[in-house]
């Protein structure tokens, strides 16, 4: 299969991020006055999904409670857990890589556009990317298949298996497949082994030095 186009998730894929949304979602839960007991012993599935569905599948949540519960996180992600990540280890020397290549490489996030895009000029990859999509605050836009639509709307092309979605969790596979495009799973992120071959990813990669090798080929 040769490859055009690479859309890349951003947590666990591009960034660990769980610092900064572990803080975040143990201040929201502090301050909704949910007592630590009857947190989650992991909250790994917590990352990836759209906040307001995370809230609702981890801690049962409505939708009002859902709603409050993401303002709440928001307000705190937004001036302290934005900050805390690391990008892991050779993602920037695989990005420049598959850039000089010649791929075009879009951000296919279900983070929050704004939150999305001041994450990439902080990594330095602002010139890497050729576009960013995220979701709208409001939750707007969170489905990772309507990302991938409209990460394609704004590229005017169509969909292809020449297109190909890279990610850590099941919905960024799920998502590709919807909207009928390749997938890529990495194994080096949040998603585990079996959520992720359940999805039966076309290729999977197991470290950030895999994904030039895997992905060239390809082609």
């Known amino acids: 299969m040769k490859f055009t186009h690479l859309f890349f998730d951003l947590d666990g894929t591009l960034i660990d991020s769980k610092p ?54 928001r307000k705190y992600y937004s001036s302290n ?21 010649g791929f075009s490489i879009s951000l296919v996030t279900s983070k929050a ?16 990317f050729q576009t960013i999509s995220g979701c709208e605050l409001n939750g707007d836009r969170s489905d990772k298949a309507e990302l991938i639509m409209y990460t394609l709307n704004k590229l005017g092309i169509n969909p292809s298996p020449e297109i190909l979605m890279i990610g850590d ?3 960024d596979l799920i998502g590709a497949r919807t909207a009928r495009i390749s997938s890529a799973a990495v194994l080096y992120g949040y ?13 999977l990669i197991h470290s950030p030095g895999d994904l030039v090798s895997k992905i060239t080929c390809e082609n």
């Open 20 to 73: 900064g949304i572990f803080n975040s979602l143990q201040h929201t839960l502090e301050e909704i006055g949910i007592s630590r007991s009857d947190w989650p012993d992991d909250f790994n599935p917590f990352i990836g999904p759209p906040l307001r569905v995370s809230f609702k599948t981890l801690f049962g949540f409505d939708d009002d409670m859902a709603e409050k519960a993401t303002k709440i996180y």
């Open 81 to 101: 857990g934005i900050q805390e990540f690391d990008i892991f280890p050779g993602i920037a020397e695989a990005l420049t890589a598959l850039h000089k290549s």
């Open 113 to 128: 556009e704004v939150y999305a895009s001041a994450i990439i000029q902080e990594t330095g990859f602002s010139a890497i």
């Open 169 to 171: 969790r099941n919905h």
């Open 191 to 203: 998603g585990s082994l079996e959520e992720l071959t359940t999805e039966s990813p076309l290729l």
